[in-house]
Every structure is written in structure tokens, then in C-alpha cells.
């Protein structure tokens, strides 16, 4: 069972986060944010990469190979932090667009964790 705090928009709208660790935002970063309707730091970092990389093919030589590895190994630090702030920059997020914490939910998944708040809110 994992923890999932539910947040409500005064709209109706439901929207679930998992306490921890989040294997999509590690996995995805950028476009995981952009989705999450994160836009300035999916762009802002989609934009950092290609700026790197335009760097690096217009140096050459052996300093572009480390250049490249220097992106590399930012990429690989850059996904891990994704993956331990992830959720909770998605909390952030979700509060400055106007949804409201409710509460804090063990459940196996985030659906489980809607319907057990669906349910224990209409009892």
C-alpha cells in the first residue's frame, strides 16, 4: 500500500499524488512535466539540453566529447532529482492552480485511492 494525497479543485476536478518517489518524472523529466502542466520547467530544461547540445556541435574536437559527457552526466543527476522532487513539485503546482490539499490516502494505486476518497466522502 502507498501513500496518495488527494487534492480537489473548487471545479470538481480530483487529482491524486503518490507521497515519494516518482519513477515517471525520473523516467521522463521535461516531457513528464510538461504533461503534469509543469510548463516552465518542462520548457525550461527542455531548452537547457538543446542549448547544450548546440554548444557542443559547434565547439568540435575533444572538447565537444566532453561536453557530451558533461550532458550526459547532468542528464543522469538531473532525472534523479526529478525522481525525489517530482511529486512534490507536482503538490506545489497543483496548489498554486488553485487545488485544495484534502487528505492522505493508503491505497494500492491512485485509482484505489479516488474511490476510497469518492466513497468515504459521500458516507
Do not use: C
Not at 494525497?5 to 491524486?16: A, C, N
Not at 518517489?21 to 530544461?45: D, E, H, N, R, T
Not at 484505489?112 to 458516507?123: C, E, H, M, N, R
Request: aromatic residues 14%; hydrophobic residues 55%; charged residues 15%.
Amino acid at each position: 500500500m502507498k501513500q496518495y494525497k488527494i487534492f480537489e479543485h473548487p471545479q470538481g476536478t480530483t487529482e491524486v499524488v503518490k507521497e515519494g518517489w516518482s519513477w515517471p518524472a525520473f523516467f521522463f523529466g521535461a516531457i513528464w512535466a510538461l504533461v503534469k502542466q509543469m510548463y516552465g520547467l518542462g520548457a525550461g530544461v527542455l531548452v537547457a539540453f538543446f542549448l547544450a547540445s548546440v554548444m557542443s556541435g559547434a565547439i568540435g574536437g575533444e572538447a565537444e566529447e566532453a561536453l557530451d559527457a558533461l550532458i550526459g552526466l547532468a542528464a543522469m543527476v538531473l532525472a534523479v532529482v526529478f525522481g525525489i522532487n517530482g511529486n512534490e513539485w507536482r503538490v506545489q503546482n497543483l496548489q498554486a492552480r488553485g487545488f485544495a490539499y484534502k487528505e492522505t490516502m493508503q491505497a494500492a494505486s491512485a485509482d484505489g485511492a479516488v474511490a476510497l476518497y469518492v466513497k468515504q466522502k459521500a458516507a
